[in-house]
């Protein structure tokens, strides 16, 4: 099979993945895989089209469980895949199967349909503890060599990321494809793509709800599984990854989507697509953070496809226990070792080409616990453990913003907080007690207090600040913002599992009625809910992340887990969107630029900071008193109401703000500190001063806050405090 031409050196063991070089004045490809059990390793070379097989080379050397070899003459364009020598030992682990051509892990290039690949089984059907001796070289996509040195410098070729900082950041969690995918005012060949998230149409909406960062659902290359094919639906979200180091070609346009998938088998228009993306964004003030799904792969469990890692050497790669069987503390069906140098080394160098060769400005990491799992504390949690480590040392990824979920379904997965330095973490905290506050059904004075506040009791024992705490009140994963205020309960029958899917805890409301209705009360009640929730997350310390779509109100029909609907019920519905909630949210953003108090990057201690007069917190009963310590406990009345006097950084502080925060059933009276105060918010009528100049007449005295709405008020300074309005220090709760 191999012409005479080709020879096969030794190479060297790195970098892994195939890579063209000039070793000993010859231009060439080294290869280096690591498989420390094998005892064999192919590289299979494949034609132009990944038809025919032209060579197969077995790797000369192996060093420290790295076998490489380096063939003259081959380079960029060469398609090829690997085979693996070894035991079959399921008992073991073991599940080498030269039969089988599998994907290089650090494939930059990944060209051909992917839309049978879960079929793609080591074993036999009849037989599973046996192995299949049928070649499926046909059926599996080649992976493409790339010009690495090209790649790179057309990923510095991009604009930079605007760099934002946190206590400015607004996220905005958004599917690339739900997004745009019905957006009337995005070219048809662009919706639901890559062009389209970067379409003029996007540009203005991102601007005019004043979002700073895009939060993208995984767009690394992944496979749909077996029980959603065979219910003729699709894994939507993209958590269950094949390439870490590919595009997904699905959010391409109609021509890059082709070339890639059939065709030409070129994705190099998918590259050019996603890196034009980010270029735009960039060069009109918007960040790019990927969400990546390093926790496990698209193998799935000892039953799924044979595909890559399980073949080359599944003991090496992935977490199991001493019978050989996956450990799963992320409930997908397997899970990486982390304590593995290989396995650190391939997401660190995936996570470094996504900054490098796309541009991106940081990622949020998908179960993220199950990063820090180390072996050599029996797979517990460490904030430093070995890619925890690696991530905080590497000098790439310094510049850009690591986002935790801070947990995993496995013993011990919780670790809200517990992450290093220059981590932030998803809050699932704030999200639970602002949806009992405004929703119940309880929360207490204390529990708000500490989540408008930045959440100290999480995060400022780790040395962090407020800017520690992600903000939400939805997220994908969950209840619609509309939805959330629409359903007492998960409507998830679309998805064919029964309703057994999804979360079954959601503290949300109906208002009276499940579902749509007419009814004007009821209506009137949700949009206040609404506005409420949303004016506390952009009103609170720390970083505030928008769902995409929450601003049109867009519902999901009571689906609180619409990963495999990609249909309109996860498409966003821009032509039935709220336009009068849409502005809101513009106004609230507004008021988080021009007010630095809400948006303070540092704890509150209830006392003046150095040079001001009033306390930097000071908070509030109705009566203008200081609460009592039993009234942080109480969940009766649902009204908090503080006082913030904080400047920009270094700056002395500008105005005061007066916060009312009041979810219950009646109208307050609330006593303001003496001197005038400007009302810029009123959520219960749907109405923040976007423009100072919209601001309505100044008041003094006694303040009526609505009932479910939250008020904010501004006090401009122009001189020391009214004696007779100080307060001794105090903390928050």
Same mark, same amino acid.
């Given at each position: 099979?191999?012409?005479?031409?080709?020879?096969?050196?030794?190479?060297?063991?790195?970098?892994?993945?195939?890579?063209?070089?000039?070793?000993?004045?010859?231009?060439?490809?080294?290869?280096?895989?690591?498989?420390?059990?094998?005892?064999?390793?192919?590289?299979?070379?494949?034609?132009?089209?990944?038809?025919?097989?032209?060579?197969?080379?077995?790797?000369?050397?192996?060093?420290?469980?790295?076998?490489?070899?380096?063939?003259?003459?081959?380079?960029?364009?060469?398609?090829?895949?690997?085979?693996?020598?070894?035991?079959?030992?399921?008992?073991?682990?073991?599940?080498?199967?030269?039969?089988?051509?599998?994907?290089?892990?650090?494939?930059?290039?990944?060209?051909?349909?992917?839309?049978?690949?879960?079929?793609?089984?080591?074993?036999?059907?009849?037989?599973?503890?046996?192995?299949?001796?049928?070649?499926?070289?046909?059926?599996?996509?080649?992976?493409?060599?790339?010009?690495?040195?090209?790649?790179?410098?057309?990923?510095?070729?991009?604009?930079?990321?605007?760099?934002?900082?946190?206590?400015?950041?607004?996220?905005?969690?958004?599917?690339?494809?739900?997004?745009?995918?019905?957006?009337?005012?995005?070219?048809?060949?662009?919706?639901?793509?890559?062009?389209?998230?970067?379409?003029?149409?996007?540009?203005?909406?991102?601007?005019?709800?004043?979002?700073?960062?895009?939060?993208?659902?995984?767009?690394?290359?992944?496979?749909?599984?077996?029980?959603?094919?065979?219910?003729? %639906?699709?894994?939507?979200? *993209?958590?269950?990854? /094949?390439?870490?180091?590919?595009?997904? +070609?699905?959010? $391409?346009?109609? @021509? &890059?989507?082709?070339?890639?998938?059939?065709?030409?088998?070129?994705?190099?228009?998918?590259?050019?697509?996603?890196?034009?993306?980010?270029?735009?964004?960039?060069?009109?003030?918007?960040?790019?953070?990927?969400?990546?799904?390093?926790?496990?792969?698209?193998?799935?469990?000892?039953?799924?496809?044979?595909?890559?890692?399980?073949?080359?050497?599944?003991?090496?790669?992935?977490?199991?226990?001493?019978?050989?069987?996956?450990?799963?503390?992320?409930?997908?069906?397997?899970?990486?070792?982390?304590?593995?140098?290989?396995?650190?080394?391939?997401?660190?160098?995936?996570?470094?080409?996504?900054?490098?060769?796309?541009?991106?400005?940081?990622?949020?990491?998908? %179960?993220?616990?199950?990063? *820090?799992?180390?072996? /050599?504390?029996?797979?517990?949690?460490? +904030?430093?453990? $070995?890619?925890? @480590? &690696?991530?905080?040392?590497?000098?790439?990824?310094?510049?850009?913003?690591?986002?935790?979920?801070?947990?995993?379904?496995?013993?011990?997965?919780?670790?809200?907080?517990?992450?290093?330095?220059?981590?932030?973490?998803?809050?699932?905290?704030?999200?639970?007690?602002?949806?009992?506050?405004?929703?119940?059904?309880?929360?207490?004075?204390?529990?708000?207090?500490?989540?408008?506040?930045?959440?100290?009791?999480?995060?400022?024992?780790?040395?962090?600040?407020?800017?520690?705490?992600?903000?939400?009140?939805?997220?994908?994963?969950?209840?619609?913002?509309?939805?959330?205020?629409?359903?007492?309960?998960?409507?998830?029958?679309?998805?064919?599992?029964?309703?057994?899917?999804?979360?079954?805890?959601?503290?949300?409301?109906?208002?009276?009625?499940?579902?749509?209705?007419?009814?004007?009360?009821?209506?009137?009640?949700?949009?206040?809910?609404?506005?409420?929730?949303?004016?506390?997350?952009?009103?609170?310390?720390?970083?505030?992340?928008?769902?995409?779509?929450?601003?049109?109100?867009?519902?999901?029909?009571?689906?609180?887990?619409?990963?495999?609907?990609?249909?309109?019920?996860?498409?966003?519905?821009?032509?039935?969107?709220?336009?009068?909630?849409?502005?809101?949210?513009?106004?609230?953003?507004?008021?988080?630029?021009?007010?630095?108090?809400?948006?303070?990057?540092?704890?509150?201690?209830?006392?003046?900071?150095?040079?001001?007069?009033?306390?930097?917190?000071?908070?509030?009963?109705?009566?203008?008193?200081?609460?009592?310590?039993?009234?942080?406990?109480?969940?009766?009345?649902?009204?908090?109401?503080?006082?913030?006097?904080?400047?920009?950084?270094?700056?002395?502080?500008?105005?005061?703000?007066?916060?009312?925060?009041?979810?219950?059933?009646?109208?307050?009276?609330?006593?303001?500190?003496?001197?005038?105060?400007?009302?810029?918010?009123?959520?219960?009528?749907?109405?923040?001063?976007?423009?100072?100049?919209?601001?309505?007449?100044?008041?003094?005295?006694?303040?009526?806050?609505?009932?479910?709405?939250?008020?904010?008020?501004?006090?401009?300074?122009?001189?020391?405090?009214?004696?007779?309005?100080?307060?001794?220090?105090?903390?928050?709760?």
């Amino acid at each position: 099979m191999n012409p005479p031409s080709f020879q096969c050196l030794p190479g060297q063991a790195w970098p892994l993945g195939a890579t063209p070089m000039v070793l000993g004045g010859r231009a060439g490809l080294n290869v280096a895989v690591f498989s420390r059990r094998a005892t064999a390793i192919e590289l299979c070379c494949f034609s132009a089209d990944g038809c025919t097989e032209t060579a197969r080379l077995r790797l000369p050397a192996c060093t420290d469980g790295i076998w490489h070899g380096f063939v003259p003459g081959l380079g960029a364009g060469q398609r090829y895949g690997l085979r693996a020598y070894g035991p079959w030992d399921p008992r073991a682990g073991h599940f080498f199967n030269p039969a089988k051509l599998l994907i290089d892990p650090w494939a930059r290039s990944l060209p051909g349909a992917a839309d049978t690949l879960v079929l793609e089984t080591g074993f036999r059907a009849d037989a599973p503890e046996l192995p299949d001796p049928a070649d499926n070289a046909a059926r599996m996509p080649k992976a493409r060599v790339l010009d690495l040195e090209a790649e790179l410098r057309a990923g510095a070729a991009i604009a930079p990321g605007p760099a934002i900082a946190m206590a400015h950041t607004v996220l905005y969690e958004a599917h690339v494809k739900s997004l745009t995918r019905l957006h009337p005012e995005v070219p048809e060949a662009q919706r639901g793509t890559y062009a389209g998230l970067a379409s003029p149409a996007m540009l203005a909406h991102y601007r005019r709800i004043g979002v700073t960062s895009l939060c993208l659902l995984p767009v690394q290359r992944h496979l749909d599984e077996r029980h959603l094919i065979e219910r003729g %639906l699709v894994n939507h979200w *993209g958590y269950n990854t /094949l390439g870490f180091f590919v595009p997904e +070609p699905r959010y $391409a346009s109609a @021509a &890059a989507r082709a070339d890639a998938l059939g065709g030409r088998l070129d994705d190099a228009g998918v590259r050019a697509e996603f890196r034009a993306m980010v270029d735009t964004l960039h060069r009109h003030g918007i960040e790019v953070l990927l969400d990546v799904v390093y926790n496990h792969s698209a193998e799935g469990g000892a039953l799924g496809p044979t595909l890559s890692w399980r073949g080359l050497d599944n003991v090496g790669w992935y977490a199991l226990d001493a019978q050989g069987h996956y450990q799963n503390p992320t409930g997908c069906g397997n899970t990486f070792d982390m304590g593995g140098p290989h396995v650190v080394q391939m997401v660190m160098d995936s996570l470094r080409w996504w900054v490098q060769a796309f541009g991106v400005d940081g990622f949020r990491f998908d %179960l993220a616990v199950s990063l *820090g799992r180390d072996p /050599l504390l029996g797979r517990h949690f460490h +904030p430093l453990g $070995a890619l925890c @480590a &690696a991530i905080a040392q590497d000098p790439v990824l310094a510049r850009v913003k690591w986002i935790a979920e801070p947990w995993d379904v496995g013993a011990d997965g919780y670790q809200i907080g517990r992450f290093g330095p220059r981590w932030h973490e998803w809050s699932d905290q704030f999200r639970d007690t602002l949806r009992a506050w405004w929703l119940g059904p309880v929360a207490t004075r204390g529990q708000l207090a500490r989540r408008l506040t930045g959440s100290s009791d999480i995060f400022e024992a780790t040395g962090r600040s407020p800017l520690a705490s992600i903000n939400m009140v939805t997220a994908h994963d969950g209840f619609t913002l509309a939805d959330l205020t629409a359903y007492s309960r998960k409507h998830n029958e679309a998805n064919g599992e029964h309703n057994r899917d999804g979360n079954d805890y959601n503290l949300s409301a109906n208002g009276g009625h499940e579902g749509p209705t007419q009814d004007p009360v009821i209506v009137q009640r949700r949009a206040r809910w609404r506005r409420g929730l949303l004016a506390t997350l952009l009103c609170a310390q720390g970083v505030p992340q928008l769902l995409a779509g929450d601003e049109i109100a867009h519902s999901q029909q009571g689906n609180n887990n619409a990963y495999c609907q990609d249909n309109p019920i996860s498409w966003l519905d821009w032509a039935g969107g709220d336009a009068q909630l849409t502005d809101f949210v513009a106004g609230l953003t507004a008021l988080r630029r021009r007010y630095p108090g809400l948006r303070h990057a540092q704890w509150f201690h209830g006392a003046p900071l150095p040079g001001e007069h009033w306390p930097d917190i000071e908070w509030r009963t109705a009566k203008g008193e200081t609460p009592a310590l039993s009234d942080w406990e109480h969940a009766d009345g649902r009204l908090l109401v503080c006082t913030i006097t904080v400047g920009e950084p270094g700056q002395p502080a500008r105005e005061r703000l007066l916060l009312a925060v009041h979810a219950g059933e009646q109208a307050v009276d609330i006593q303001l500190p003496p001197g005038p105060w400007q009302p810029v918010l009123d959520s219960g009528r749907a109405w923040a001063a976007s423009d100072p100049t919209a601001a309505e007449p100044a008041v003094q005295g006694r303040w009526r806050v609505a009932p479910l709405a939250m008020h904010l008020l501004i006090q401009p300074l122009t001189g020391p405090p009214n004696l007779s309005d100080t307060t001794r220090k105090e903390r928050t709760p």
